[in-house]
């Protein structure tokens, strides 16, 4: 089976720095996903990490080791409009075809 | 169109109801996905499209459960004698290719399923 791990919940301070961490343990590896999530909306793209390292984009960066079977997302300069769900998706290739296998989300609270 | 769109934003359905949720995608894109995503959950896979061909449907719950994409754009997703744990979120992606970009999946808001 395909299981993919990530914390329920995490609390910050606005300005702050968090970091959301996501281990998969999945039948195939085709590249791990961060998408962000706000109540009632579309996932929307975050990351893409395929190779093993650090991929920064603006006030976000995401990790990623293939042996460990790990990621991390990691948020700077915390706003209050970064309260949100975080996604992390594993891509499983078979048949011809990417599928995105998802965690159950991390709800992220930033306060003043 | 610029972006996926999902109708209707909300329904609500009395148990046993029929209930189709319709997607538009991406104009040209050749990938479409379908999935459920229950209250404070991911998103669970329900089906793949590539094109008009339903290449994966191990997602789908039950039998009641059943899609189309019979142009290959406009996707139908049919709910038959909906019951309570149906309620839920459903998605819908679409990709250019026959797999995530650099950019991963344009996801829909989704249709708000709530059965009574």
């Known amino acids: 089976g395909q299981n993919i791990d990530q914390p329920t919940e995490m609390t910050a301070t606005e300005g702050a720095i968090v970091q959301i961490n996501c281990t998969y343990q999945?039948?195939?590896?085709?590249?791990l996903f961060w998408y962000q999530q706000h109540a009632g909306e579309a996932p929307t793209f975050l990351s893409y990490?395929?190779?093993?390292g650090l991929e920064e984009k603006g006030r976000f960066s995401s990790f990623l080791s293939r042996s460990k079977g790990y990621s991390y997302l990691l948020l700077k300069e915390l706003q209050m409009k970064d309260s949100a769900s975080y996604l992390c998706a594993v891509a499983l290739f078979s048949g011809g075809y990417n599928k995105l296998i998802f965690g159950a989300g991390t709800r992220l609270a930033v306060h003043p | 169109g610029a972006g996926v769109s999902q109708s209707p934003r909300y329904k609500v359905a009395k148990r046993g109801q029929d209930v189709a949720l319709r997607c538009d995608p991406i104009?040209?894109?050749?990938?479409l996905f379908w999935y459920q995503q229950a209250l404070g959950q991911g998103p669970e896979f329900l089906t793949y499209f590539q094109n008009e061909a339903q290449l994966d449907k191990s997602g789908l719950p039950s039998d009641r459960f059943f899609a189309e994409r019979p142009e290959g754009s406009v996707s139908t997703l049919k709910i038959q004698r909906t019951q309570q744990e149906d309620s839920a979120v459903y998605l819908c992606?679409?990709?250019?290719?026959?797999?995530?970009?650099?950019?991963?999946?344009?996801f829909g808001s989704g249709t708000r399923l709530t059965v009574v």
């Open positions: 990490n395929v190779l093993d």
């Open positions: 999945t039948s195939g590896f085709n590249g």
């Open positions: 104009s040209g894109h050749v990938s």
């Open positions: 992606a679409s990709s250019l290719g026959p797999g995530p970009t650099d950019y991963g999946y344009t």
